[in-house]
């Protein structure tokens, strides 16, 4: 075939035409002559499984596309808020006190959080009243109860928690 060369006819031409370099020659001396590479298939039919397509039954059919989700629009502030937490903590844990010692109250095992949050104090010298936001407060809630020895039990409609103050005997 004229424009066809197969390895060892190469190997002949580059041997008589630009001579052996030394990295050819430690090639070969290293694992032997190359083998040829004339029978198309580039790997000399050493890792031809017959298994063309391996694991895919149809090459035509493709993966089917996965399920998607619809966008949830969420509502959230889009400007940064400040507010000392510190402070913010003592003013709960007072109106959480309080609430607790109210004449109604007192024979109630627990305070309800939203209902503290509904009443809370507008004197607060955290952050303006507008900035404080029910996680914020639940934040601060939960360092309160890790202070204090607090419990926060859930409703059964989860709408509501309650607060607990520990028993002293």
């Given amino acids: 075939m004229i424009g066809s060369v197969t390895g060892q006819a190469l190997m002949e031409i580059r041997e008589v035409g630009l001579g052996k370099s030394s990295a050819d020659e430690s090639r070969e001396a290293d694992s032997g002559p190359l083998p040829p590479w004339d029978d198309e298939s580039g790997f000399c039919g050493q890792f031809d499984d017959g298994n063309d397509y391996s694991d895919v039954e149809d090459p035509i059919t493709l993966v089917s596309q996965p399920r998607q989700v619809n966008k949830i629009e969420v509502h959230y502030d889009k400007t940064s808020k400040q507010a000392d937490v510190h402070a913010l903590k003592g003013t709960l844990w007072n109106h959480i006190q309080e609430t607790a010692n109210m004449p109604e109250m007192v024979n109630e ?20 009243r507008e900035d404080i936001s029910p996680h914020l407060c639940f934040i601060c809630l939960l360092h309160l109860a890790n202070e204090h020895n607090l419990s926060i039990r859930g409703c059964p409609n989860m709408d509501d928690l309650h607060i607990g103050f520990p028993n002293v005997a």
Avoid: H, I, Y
């Fill in 109 to 128: 095992a627990a305070v309800s959080f939203r209902s503290a949050l509904a009443n809370f104090p507008a004197d607060c010298q955290a952050a303006a």
